[in-house]
């Protein structure tokens, strides 16, 4: 009963695990708790098996023989083998739990770093922007001191350097509200494989804990004492005992099929690893292309301004200057959503190529 409770006890945590699948991180207390918590169920088991049981009762071998008290201890090798078994379960349980929250956060917090790192390009191009609008505000302004320029003009540039002030904020907030912990060095598929193995082979230890409830040898010695009428000494007793289930073979190949049977439903099931990276992986691949839809848009935009200012040249009237500067701010508008564009593909693609 004792032992049946711990296996279900071990079972249960780990389909805990495995349903909060979604919101579970990789936190090292997290991770050093469980464990913790884990093995020393695991070693209460492990004494309780390995430890003999004493043994104390009144019997009576048969009508008319007088009534005896019994006394000892009785001890399973089964028990004693389970005790090892049930230390290595817990052990590979602990492996798998921190295999799969590992590959858990990589999956749960990639999309979120990728976002991040694209967001601190975008502060970056939007300074680069910022500071050739200022450089083009103060010509303009020196121009309008010198009545070349009227403040309309100016004025242009003001409210493209309103839009990349809001834009900055924007930006910067968006950081500031995104979490990312400290992910693994590892390509997520390895950490993925590592979470698939750790999981045969703490479904493999099970399977063995299960199996030595198939056989038995019992060992009990004692002392029975005679109480009525009360003999002179006690006398010593030893017992062996064997026992075998006929149907270990069947069990066995069913045990094995569980394991396999096991393997297959973790890859399908939703809210797994193995299926939030297949989501992901779609969900780069969308990235990917929408991306690619939005650079080629930009692309030709910045194309027809790049056209209009090299008809333009260098302007000689007022009016050709303004319209300079509104293609110019247009362009270093563009310049800032293109990089964006590019950076995201480039991360995007890195991401996929070192991970999938």
Not at 63 to 87: D, F, Y
């Amino acid at each position: 009963m004792f032992l049946n409770s711990w296996k279900f006890r071990l079972t249960c945590a780990l389909l805990t695990m495995t349903a909060a699948a979604p919101v579970l991180a990789a936190d090292g207390n997290d991770q050093m708790a469980y464990c913790s918590y884990l093995m020393e169920q695991a070693q209460a088991q492990r004494d309780l098996l390995r430890s003999p049981m004493a043994l104390a009762g009144l019997t009576q071998p048969e009508t008319g023989l007088p009534t005896q008290l019994v006394a000892g201890a009785s001890v399973g090798l089964s028990e004693i083998r389970k005790a090892g078994l049930t230390m290595d379960a817990a052990r590979k349980n602990c492996a798998l739990y921190k295999a799969t929250t590992g590959a858990q956060q990589d999956v749960q917090y990639a999309l979120a770093s990728l976002e991040k790192q694209a967001l601190r390009n975008r502060l970056a191009l939007i300074d680069q922007a910022s500071k050739s609008v200022d450089e083009l505000m103060e010509k303009t302004a020196k121009m309008v001191e010198a009545q070349n320029a009227t403040r309309l003009m100016l004025f242009t540039l003001q409210t493209t350097k309103i839009k990349l002030d809001a834009d900055r904020a924007d930006t910067a907030s968006k950081i500031n509200t995104l979490y990312v912990p400290a992910l693994s060095d590892k390509p997520l598929k390895n950490l993925v494989a590592e979470k698939l193995s750790s999981e045969i082979n703490e479904q493999k230890a099970l399977d063995k804990l299960t199996r030595q409830n198939n056989w038995d040898v019992a060992l009990s010695v004692g002392i029975h004492q005679q109480v009525n009428p009360v003999a002179q000494n006690p006398q010593p007793y030893g017992a062996v005992s064997v026992s075998y289930n006929f149907a270990s073979r069947a069990i066995n190949k069913h045990l094995d099929r569980a394991v396999d049977a096991y393997d297959e439903w973790k890859k399908v099931q939703e809210g797994d690893v193995v299926r939030s990276m297949e989501v992901l992986h779609q969900q780069l691949l969308d990235g990917v292309s929408a991306q690619e839809s939005r650079l080629k848009s930009l692309q030709a935009e910045s194309g027809e301004i790049g056209k209009n200012l090299q008809l333009v040249g260098n302007p000689d009237t007022s009016a050709a200057f303004d319209f300079h500067n509104q293609l110019t701010a247009a362009q270093l508008l563009l310049q800032v959503e293109t990089g964006d564009a590019s950076f995201r593909i480039d991360r995007l693609r890195e991401y996929l190529a070192k991970n999938y």
